[in-house]
């Protein structure tokens, strides 16, 4: 069954650092997603992006974020000056429709900053 | 906009016997509900999900749930567990539409079975 890929799976970064999480969602899937878990709290949306934009944002998309699907294929966050409270789980999805398919999650990328 | 809480954060149940997993929603519009699971060292897994119709929905690995709207509950059920559904359960809520894949989650019920 074909999945949703991310790497790495375990990216550690000092603060202030920039850093892109990659992930290459299922190949015929147009609905991408990323999602974050800090440590003990709850999964939380961040942002949704379809036909190139982003459809919609979380209050903590912030302008420290960015997503970028550069080349067809992978589906990119990049954080432009990272910092402790960045630091978590962060999900990648992606659906094939937005009605009424389900959301595939990849196996996360847990991020450190120190 | 939407919330969800589950109200047991971990539930120890022994291998066989039936399990529900509590989970509560408020919204001020109609919701999708879903229930998803992960296992250690991996991405959440659709168990299952309510669009619309019957409130008596079954998903993957022997689970149900029931949406009740007058309780505004999304309770999962499994008439008997195996070691191998010991989890993370994730509740989760949708307004569809443009919102579909925006969810909102609860905060997670660790299953534990026991031999």
């Known amino acids: 069954e074909p999945e949703v890929t991310q790497t790495p799976s375990h990216q550690v970064t000092q603060m202030g650092q920039e850093v892109i999480l990659r992930c290459v969602p299922i190949s015929n899937h147009l609905y991408f997603y990323w999602y974050r878990q800090i440590l003990g709290q709850k999964v939380e949306f961040l942002v949704s992006f379809y036909n190139n934009e982003i459809s919609e944002k979380s209050e903590i998309f912030d302008d420290q974020f960015s997503v970028e699907r550069p080349d067809g294929s992978n589906f990119t966050l990049k954080i432009r000056s990272t910092k402790l409270e960045d630091s978590a789980m962060y999900f990648c999805?992606?659906?094939?429709?937005?009605?009424?398919?389900?959301?595939?999650f990849g196996n996360g990328t847990r991020l450190t900053v120190t | 906009a939407q919330s969800v809480t589950q109200l047991d954060s971990q539930v120890p149940v022994f291998e066989e016997a039936p399990v529900e997993l509590r989970c509560n929603y408020s919204?001020?519009?109609?919701?999708?509900l879903f229930w998803y699971v992960q296992y250690p060292n991996q991405g959440l897994q659709l168990l299952l999900k309510?669009?619309?119709?019957?409130?008596l929905v079954k998903g993957i690995n022997g689970f149900e749930a029931e949406f009740n709207k007058s309780q505004t509950s999304f309770h999962l059920r499994k008439p008997s567990v195996h070691i191998s559904d010991t989890a993370e359960y994730f509740c989760?809520?949708?307004?569809?539409?443009?919102?579909?894949?925006?969810?909102?989650f609860g905060q997670g019920t660790i299953l534990t079975v026991h031999p």
């Open positions: 989760a809520v949708s307004a569809g539409g443009t919102s579909y894949g925006k969810l909102t």
């Open positions: 309510y669009l619309s119709g019957s409130t």
């Open positions: 999805a992606s659906s094939n429709t937005r009605g009424n398919s389900p959301l595939h």
């Open positions: 919204s001020s519009v109609s919701v999708y």
